[in-house]
T-cell receptor
């Protein structure tokens, strides 16, 4: 199926365990993103990737690791889960933006997956 | 750096009421502006966008105009429906090719019959 998918949709784990959240997109978008959504904080960017093997930190990267060996996949790993990482995680993908002139950039929309609800006990 | 400020919520309206959700931003240059909507249990989806000053984005009866002079992108709808109940996010595009977006905190809209 075309689109962006996330797995698992729901996950319960224990403090200290390693957890990997999967994200897969079929559009061959160059950019991919991981966000977490928490009440009172809206969406916060964890990591993003411009292409295979190119990743960069977002606003809240501590405690998370990403990799991108293939354009279509962008897994997010919690190396040692903590209760504060209980959240809903969203993956998104997007083509690159386009230059429109001096100081003008036309950003493309991001396409979001359905989310993974992670509970750390 | 870039930032987006949305009005505080939640907002509760009766069906057919007029809706305004305020959004202001801080950015350098001329970024693209977006409104996303999140229905219960789903991911975010694009509602509308505008890429330059005075552009009006519109979709599903919603409208927003890119106001450079007031750095605003307020969302409006003339007559809301129960099915519009959702969380609405204003977002600002980065000035660069990276397609990064800065999101506001979101506002929950509930429409009662």
């Amino acid at each position: 199926d075309a689109g962006i998918t996330q797995s698992p949709r729901y996950k319960i784990t224990e403090t200290g365990r390693q957890v990997t959240l999967m994200c897969h997109q079929t559009w061959s978008h160059s950019y991919m993103f991981w966000y977490r959504q928490d009440l009172g904080h809206g969406l916060r960017l964890i990591y993003y990737s411009a292409a295979a093997d190119i990743t960069d930190k977002g606003e809240v990267p501590d405690g998370y690791v990403v990799s991108r060996s293939k354009t279509e996949n962008f897994p997010l790993t919690l190396e040692s889960a903590t209760r504060s990482q209980t959240s809903v995680y969203f993956c998104a993908s997007s083509p690159p933006g386009l230059a429109g002139g001096p100081e003008v950039w036309y950003s493309n929309e991001q396409f979001f997956g359905p989310g993974t609800r992670l509970t750390v006990l | 750096g870039n930032s987006v400020t949305q009005m505080e919520g939640p907002v509760t309206l009766s069906e057919e009421a007029f809706l305004t959700i305020n959004c202001t931003y801080t950015a350098t240059g001329y970024p693209s502006l977006f409104w996303y909507v999140q229905y219960p249990g789903e991911g975010l989806q694009l509602l509308l966008k505008a890429t330059k000053a005075d552009d009006k984005g519109s979709n599903k009866g919603f409208e927003a105009t890119y106001r450079k002079e007031t750095t605003s992108f307020h969302l409006e709808k003339g007559s809301v429906q129960v099915s519009d109940s959702a969380v609405y996010f204003c977002a600002l595009g980065d000035t660069g090719a990276n397609s990064k977006l800065t999101f506001g905190k979101g506002i929950t809209l509930s429409v009662r019959p």
